[in-house]
Structure formats: C-alpha cells, structure tokens
C-alpha cells in the first residue's frame, strides 16, 4: 500500500493544515497519512479525505490517495532470480521489467532442455 498524499497535497499547492479543516480532520491524522505512517487506514477516514480535497477544489478519488502496489514476496524473488541466472537472461525472450521490446531467442527449443534434466523418457 502507498499513499500519494503529500505529492497530491505539493501539486495543488495545498498545506496538511488547509486538508485537515477543509476535511473536518485531526491536523494529526492528516500529517501521518501525509508522511506515510499509516499501516492501515479507515475507509471513513478516506472519503473525508478525498470531500476534503474536493471541497478545495481538488477532483480527487480514493485511488489519488491511496494505491496498492504489489511487493513480491521474498521467496519467490529469490528463486526467480535464480531460474533467470539460469536461463541466462529473461524467459521467452523479453527483457528486463520495464522494457516492451522483445529479444530474440536463439538455443535448442525448451523441450529438448527438459529432456536433458530429466534424463531419458521410459
């Protein structure tokens, strides 16, 4: 979970202080939401939040505060980075993240590959 509330607040040029009377909110609550230290928050507290912002003038949503971003699990990083070392770069020939543009692949189709780990079939 990331909350953009302070990048949202910096863009309109508004204070924690205008969204927290604008929102009828503890200056307290603002500030922590604001500086991320939040682990969970109310879904009250969101929609005063976001009347806040639009009773500043701000067309805000819920989505504008807060995003949930997926964190891979440690576990699986590992091993994916591993397979990946592996196989000598990214499966089925794309690039790293972040990069849309294709790679050619060259080596024996993946077939003959597993039948060598494999050994022989019976």
């Not at 576990?75 to 972040?98: D, F, I, S, V």
């Not at 060259?106 to 003959?112: H, Q, R, Y």
């Amino acid at each position: 979970m990331r909350f953009d509330l302070a990048a949202l607040l910096r863009q309109h040029n508004l204070s924690q202080k205008q969204l927290a009377q604008a929102a009828n909110m503890r200056p307290a609550t603002v500030n922590a939401i604001y500086n991320a230290r939040v682990e969970r928050i109310e879904v009250s507290t969101l929609v005063d939040l976001v009347s806040g912002l639009r009773r500043l003038g701000v067309n805000a949503d819920v989505g504008d505060i807060l995003q949930v971003i997926d964190v891979p699990d440690e576990a699986e990083q590992a091993a994916r980075e591993r397979a990946l070392r592996l196989l000598g770069g990214e499966p089925w020939g794309l690039r790293a993240a972040g990069s849309a543009v294709l790679a050619e692949v060259s080596g024996p189709p993946i077939e003959e590959l597993l039948r060598e780990h494999r050994g022989p079939e019976s």
